[in-house]
């Protein structure tokens, strides 16, 4: 199954270190009946960009939570066995389409790629961050702001350019 793990650059810098992906278990994005169900397609390519959608908002979620982090989104799509995945059909649509737990830890290695925004994308990434609780409380503006970060489209990045992108290539 196809999962898409939202990170920070520092969480891209540790499993490029460690080789691996969270101790487990972690939160990943995958298409879901949940997802399915909230999304309403068929169309496999168009669920599994709206998983890395959600990946992308857990990082600002995660980013919100990390100030010292640069402004960018990581999300890294990677292939785990089935059964290394469980959903948790109790939550509502509302809470989290597509969320899924992973057990144990993934190695780097079998990640698909990764997504990272642009640098271009900073400044409104930054705006998001900081106005998610006001968002999350329904403050309109504050969701604009989030909405600006979602405009900017995830650049696809090969694995084997993982080191460049958390500054320890050649």
Do not use: C
């Not at 989290?96 to 830890?105: D, F, I, N």
């Not at 106005?131 to 084997?160: I, M, N, R």
Request: hydrophobic share 45%; aromatic share 6%.
């Amino acid at each position: 199954m196809r999962v898409y793990v939202p990170l920070t650059l520092p969480g891209l810098a540790e499993a490029y270190r460690t080789g691996e992906l969270g101790a487990g278990p972690f939160v990943a994005y995958a298409v879901t009946p949940g997802l399915r169900e909230w999304y309403v397609s068929d169309d496999t390519e168009e669920l599994e960009y709206a998983a890395l959608g959600r990946a992308a908002l857990a990082s600002l979620r995660l980013l919100a939570a990390e100030p010292e982090a640069p402004r960018r989104r990581v999300v890294i799509a990677v292939d785990v066995a089935d059964r290394a995945v469980s959903a948790d059909p109790g939550r509502g649509l509302d809470r989290a389409p597509g969320e899924v737990r992973v057990t144990g830890p993934v190695p780097l290695a079998k990640a698909a790629s990764v997504h990272v925004d642009a640098a271009d994308a900073q400044a409104d990434v930054t705006a998001a961050a900081d106005a998610l609780p006001a968002a999350d409380g329904g403050d309109d503006d504050a969701q604009s702001l989030v909405d600006g970060a979602e405009g900017h489209e995830l650049l696809w990045f090969a694995t084997q350019e993982i080191a460049n992108l958390v500054g320890r290539g050649d």
